[in-house]
């Protein structure tokens, strides 16, 4: 009667171990399945100000004066001069006269501004961004969902050793 029961206990330590392994590969996978997003990403318009100096490339392009812009995007570009950046959410809060590209350039998005003898660049773009439950995932969900598998892995493994050294003993 031992044998039999050695024999099941063998059977579910097997069984255990294949369980775990297959539990673990599949938490360790997690990169490739996650993050789910949720929602829709978010958009930024971006506004970057900062002097002209030598190293500004002559890209050819004229420089704007700062009183022919808008008022909307006078008050925009001084407030991206002061901090550097800025970003607005709402896309009513675009300047129309400005291109917002996701990967600025030259052509798209560069714009030279001459404001009280002062030369300074303006680069617009668009950033879009998951939101808060994507970073969480990134940042939580997938490293524990990781080490998880890895201890799965590891105690299937152990499970499997335990049930290969039964089967030696019989």
């Keep these: 009667m031992a044998r039999s029961d050695e024999g099941s206990t063998r059977g579910r330590d097997a069984l255990l171990a294949v369980v775990c392994l297959v539990v673990g590969v599949g938490l360790m996978a997690n990169p490739f399945y ?4 949720v929602g829709q ?9 900062q002097p002209a100096d030598a190293s500004t490339p002559d890209y050819g392009t004229d420089p704007i004066a700062y009183e022919q812009l808008p008022p909307d995007a006078r008050e925009l570009f001084d407030a991206a001069r002061e901090s550097r ?13 400005f291109a917002y590209p996701e990967n600025p350039s030259p052509e798209n998005g560069f714009y030279l501004i001459e404001r009280e003898g002062e030369t300074y660049e303006l680069w617009t773009r668009t950033i879009e961004s998951d939101g808060t439950v994507v970073l ?27 049930a290969a050294s039964r089967a030696g003993s019989t």
Aim: charge should be negative.
């Design 34 to 37: 996650l993050p789910v997003s």
């Design 41 to 49: 990403p978010s958009t930024e318009y971006v506004h970057t100000v």
């Design 85 to 97: 950046e800025v970003s607005v959410t709402d896309p009513d809060d675009r300047i129309e006269r």
């Design 136 to 162: 969480l995932q990134r940042l939580v969900v997938q490293p524990a969902a990781f080490l998880l598998g890895f201890f799965a892995i590891f105690a299937g493994g152990l499970l499997a050793r335990r």
